[in-house]
């Protein structure tokens, strides 16, 4: 049999398999929906109960502006974190409170730039190297954080935490994806909510993230009338734009410098599809290799990573990876949250006034 014939059944073989796991997945979500209307259940009375005043949703005399979601997995809300940083860090001392998902310490901790991603999460080390003039936090109980953070702060952002119901934030903000939109979804496990879709009401602003470029207005304006936009929230649309430089730990290259190249894609985030489709549309040759949200790599994994010429990572893989993979073709490319230009004025003008309202109130 020839190489090209081997390879052809390979990758037929291979589709075949990830079409029936994909088949089988959706199957067992399915005849897992009785649970999910239990937990729909559950969750619905939880938040009834904080409606109704039974369970207590605390106020802070500092203003709260809390980023958020209704389902698991990849939504934005990192770059948008940043975006929020980027333009209120000039009129505010910032603070980010994060859980620090998958660290292996406890407790409040705050970030430094020379901790590492198994000590306070991959996300809140980012904001911090990023960042290193403000505040960066973690803490599952956010309640402590917030105690801990009030005197250093102006404003404080709450990374994921739209369910943590026993804080009250000045400003909530729900993001869902173009292609994965929560009107479209199902409780877990027989879809991704964490909630009912009607936890949504509690947002102050939707925004629909990962808008693809070019997106027609007329699509934009048919999930507009689709939203369920309450008289005191605000819609806005944003995209992912990519940066035009890679980096490592020395020194930044254009993104062109990966052109004639093979190279491999390494990425642990739960939505890369973005990411590769950028990739591909730029002609680049690479190789992905895909992994879990948040994954923390194997002895084994850092070893057949070390084998490869060129890496190419997400900012967010990058802080688990550079200390390492100690060479220097490892770079990451970052990303930024885009709101769409004509609403972009609008959207930070909202936010602005609504912790000045807050301060002031």
Sequence with gaps: MSKDKSLSNFSIFTATNLS??????????????????????????RNFLFNKG????????????????????????????????????EDYSIAVLSRGYKRETSGFLEV?????????GDEPLQFKKKYPDITVAVCADRRTGIAKLEEKADVILL?????????????TILLTP????????????????????????????????????????????????????????KLYFSSIGYSREIFNKTESLPLEYLQNKNFTLVTGIADPSPLVNFLTEKEFRFTHKAFPDHHMYSSAEIEQLKEKEIILTTEKDYMRL???IDKFALFYLPIQTEVLKEQAEFFEDFIIKSIDKKRLG
């Excluded at 605390?58 to 209704?70: A, F, S």
């Excluded at 199902?186 to 964490?194: A, E, W």
């Design 159 to 171: 990374d994921d935490a739209f369910q943590h119901r026993k804080v009250s934030p000045a400003v």
């Design 112 to 120: 430094t730039e020379i901790h590492n991603a198994a000590q306070v």
């Design 178 to 233: 173009f292609h994965d939109l929560f009107i479209e979804d199902y409780m877990l496990p027989t879809g991704n909510l964490r909630e009912p879709r009607s936890g949504s009401k509690r947002a102050h602003c939707l925004v629909v993230t990962k808008c693809p470029p070019r997106v027609p207005y007329a699509k934009l304006q048919e999930i507009e009338l689709r939203m369920p936009i309450y008289n005191h929230q």
């Design 20 to 45: 029936l796991h994909f088949t089988m997945v959706q199957i067992l979500r399915k005849l897992l929906f009785p649970f999910a209307i239990l937990y729909g259940w559950i969750t619905g009375f």
């Design 322 to 324: 550079h200390d390492k």
């Design 54 to 89: 039974v369970l207590e949703s605390r106020e802070y005399k500092t203003p709260l502006v809390c980023v958020g979601n209704l389902s698991v997995g990849g939504t934005g809300k990192s770059p948008m974190i940043e975006y929020l940083i980027s333009f209120l860090k």
